[in-house]
């Protein structure tokens, strides 16, 4: 089967963070994939670490972490598709690298795929309400472990500064009245 540019073959693209959302991988990103298949990465940790804006909101990274796994979706897409996604990942401008990794399917075959990840990370930074409604949508429409959903539904979201709102809930001198 050839791939949407006419490729014989295509690339294996691990995604782990909003590119596990059909609307945002298909709509946003205009992939056009080969095929998907639910896969494992072992031996790297998610994190939200990446800095979107002032606030403590982050997008998500991966960081080695022996005996860590993080769940997925590998796409297959063409090789011009995955020039396309590198710069839409902001990989030309240094926010993420190209990562050659080897994931594990849900029926334990092994498959050489890239992901993405970074060393601009930021401690204290969190997923925003949005950002984990995207990762919990893809979960669900993937059929992701229901250990990793759960996973997912336990992290703290960050707080949004774009909230008008937020002032009022803010704890600290700004939103109290003191």
């Known amino acids: 089967?050839?791939?949407?540019?006419?490729?014989?073959?295509?690339?294996?693209?691990?995604?782990?963070?909003?590119?596990?959302?059909?609307?945002?991988?298909?709509?946003?990103?205009?992939?056009?994939?080969?095929?998907?298949?639910?896969?494992?990465?072992?031996g790297w940790a998610l994190?939200?670490?990446l800095p979107v804006g002032p606030g403590e909101r982050g997008v998500a990274n991966l960081r080695p972490d022996f005996g860590a796994r993080t769940w997925g979706v590998c796409w297959?897409?063409?090789?011009?598709?995955?020039?396309?996604?590198?710069?839409?990942e902001g990989v030309p401008r240094g926010a993420y690298r190209r990562q050659p990794v080897e994931v594990e399917t849900r029926d334990g075959a092994r498959l050489s795929a890239f992901t993405y990840c970074s060393e601009r990370g930021v401690a204290g930074r969190k997923p925003s309400r949005r950002y984990l409604g995207l990762l919990l949508a893809g979960?669900?429409?993937?059929?992701?472990?229901?250990d990793w959903?759960?996973?997912?539904?336990?992290?703290?979201?960050?707080?949004?500064?774009?909230?008008?709102?937020?002032?009022?809930?803010?704890p600290g001198p700004?939103?109290?009245?003191r």
């Not at 540019?5 to 059909?22: C, K, L, P």
């Not at 979960?139 to 229901?146: C, F, M, Q, T, V």
């Not at 960050?158 to 002032?167: F, T, V």
Request: charged content about 25%; glycine content about 10%.
């Open 139 to 146: 979960a669900r429409e993937h059929g992701l472990p229901d």
């Open 47 to 49: 994190h939200f670490d």
């Open 149 to 170: 959903i759960a996973f997912l539904r336990g992290l703290e979201p960050a707080a949004d500064e774009r909230d008008p709102q937020a002032e009022l809930f803010d």
């Open 76 to 88: 297959q897409i063409s090789h011009v598709q995955a020039v396309h996604l590198d710069r839409s």
């Open 1 to 42: 089967m050839a791939t949407p540019d006419g490729e014989a073959t295509g690339v294996w693209y691990f995604g782990y963070g909003s590119n596990v959302d059909r609307g945002t991988f298909l709509g946003r990103r205009r992939m056009r994939p080969l095929a998907a298949r639910v896969a494992v990465l072992e």
């Open 174 to 177: 700004r939103g109290s009245g």
